[in-house]
């Protein structure tokens, strides 16, 4: 008989993950990777990827959501095949795949008239907060809890920090300077008297305000019209830029970014992760009058990167561009797939008694363990963490790969289908049933 101990110690995964532990810190990347099974990922199609032991999984995790064509997209590999072995690497001038890169986006994302490349959304929010103190002479920045901009020092607090450190001091890592944290303030998101306290507070010092349009680094809190139109004239009335860190919501949501939903306009405009489909590419864009201010133009905001304007990395972005702008459909239908699987979880977690709330926008989806209204942070630390991880984890489990970590969302591709999507709500229901008469959560009164 083989047990669930022994079952571990014969699977392929573990044995691959054993032996990343030798040379690799905890065998792993990025510390959020390490979540249990699957261990290891051998093979990606489409909607799908599979493990080491040759389990398949129905893909919702998205590489954190920068899988948005679907895994090998024909239209975005071949690109990359035709980019290898021409162009590569030169560091020195400039390529014609940098130049069409940044055409597409200054086309596209309305705030954008100049672009510069990074090669992930840490690089480029850090280049965005460097360029806002420069042009401000100011020091401060304000983010808002549950906001995630990248590992970098100034932005690296206060995500998903436990209700006792919530709004206070919540460094996400030790080597950090405090001068470092201290700079950057913390607002309630959907909240502008929490801005203005803070303007209140440090008068002339705010260099930007930096957020996710859509807050999705803790599931999908969707921002009131209200609050974006209201932050945008603040920030201009106390002479500070007012960034948009559209990393996630950039090209997924639609191919402007969420600027592009909302007709907000912000000064300076992050994006990467879904806009090369899964390969490594981010950047910065905003009005040429601010991004001037880099010293590729002859100013005093130092722009550097060996690898930044990649040719094979520039060749997917502009694939995945071209493929988003011929194909306005893509919007319709993962908007479509995600509000038919957001209404078939509500209906579930009603017939089960379960008091939840399915949250999203677009393609984007997650389930809290909590009533609504939700639309700040304070209302996140009524979710019952532990229902949510269980979700996930059962969900995966069932063969439908959400990451089992509290508040972190999902992802709808063009590769899924509406059969993708009632499959999900069939596992969903039985995965919700274990939930609750396991006594992880109580029924709604």
Not at 233 to 242: D, F, K, P, R
Not at 380 to 405: E, I, K
Request: hydrophobic share 45%; glycine share 10%.
């Amino acid at each position: 008989m083989i047990t669930a101990d022994s079952a571990e110690q014969t699977s392929a995964g573990a044995h691959l993950l054993a032996a990343a532990r030798n040379v690799i810190p905890g065998g792993v990347n990025s510390a959020t990777r390490l979540v249990g099974p699957p261990y290891a990922i051998t093979a990606t199609a489409g909607a799908y990827v599979t493990d080491a032991d040759g389990k398949r999984y129905l893909d919702y995790h998205a590489a954190f959501g920068a899988i948005l064509l679907g895994h090998a997209a024909p239209e975005v590999d071949d690109a990359v095949r035709a980019a290898i072995g021409g162009l590569d690497l030169v560091g020195w001038g400039v390529t014609e795949p940098e130049i069409e890169l940044a055409r597409l986006v200054a086309e596209t994302i309305p705030s954008a008239e100049q672009m510069i490349s990074a090669m992930s959304g840490s690089e480029a929010t850090a280049q965005a907060i460097r360029l806002s103190r420069a042009v401000t002479g100011r020091p401060l920045i304000v983010k808002f809890q549950g906001g995630f901009h990248g590992w970098h020092d100034a932005v690296a607090r206060n995500v998903i920090s436990a209700p006792d450190r919530a709004y206070g001091s919540d460094p996400l890592s030790r080597g950090i300077l405090p001068e470092a944290l201290d700079a950057t303030l913390i607002a309630e998101f959907n909240d502008l008297d929490s801005i203005r306290a803070l303007y209140e507070a440090h008068p002339d010092r705010i260099a930007a305000v930096i957020m996710e349009p859509i807050p999705h680094n803790v599931g999908a809190l969707v921002p009131t019209q209200e609050f974006v139109e209201g932050l945008r004239a603040l920030t201009t009335e106390q002479g500070s830029l007012l960034i948009f860190d559209e990393v996630i919501t950039g090209f997924r949501h639609a191919l402007g970014g969420y600027q592009q939903v909302c007709g907000v306009m912000p000064d300076l405009t992050t994006f990467g992760k879904s806009m090369g489909n899964g390969y490594p590419i981010a950047g910065l864009a905003g009005p040429r009058r601010l991004m001037e201010h880099f010293s590729s133009a002859g100013g005093d905001v130092l722009l550097a990167g060996t690898f930044n304007g990649n040719p094979v990395s520039s060749a997917a972005a502009i694939a995945t561009i071209r493929y988003l702008r011929d194909h306005p459909d893509f919007y319709r239908r993962t908007h479509a797939l995600g509000d038919r699987l957001r209404a078939g979880l509500t209906a579930i977690c009603a017939e089960l008694g379960i008091e939840a709330t399915a949250a999203g926008f677009g393609g984007v989806f997650a389930l809290y363990f909590t009533a609504s209204p939700i639309r700040g942070y304070r209302d996140l630390m009524r979710n019952n963490d532990a229902a949510y991880v269980a979700f996930h984890r059962r969900m995966t489990d069932r063969g439908f790969l959400m990451l089992p970590l509290s508040l972190k969302r999902n992802h709808i591709s063009a590769a899924h289908s509406e059969d993708d999507i009632d499959r999900t709500l069939e596992a969903a229901r039985d995965a919700l049933r274990s939930i609750r008469d396991d006594g992880l959560l109580s029924p709604a009164p």
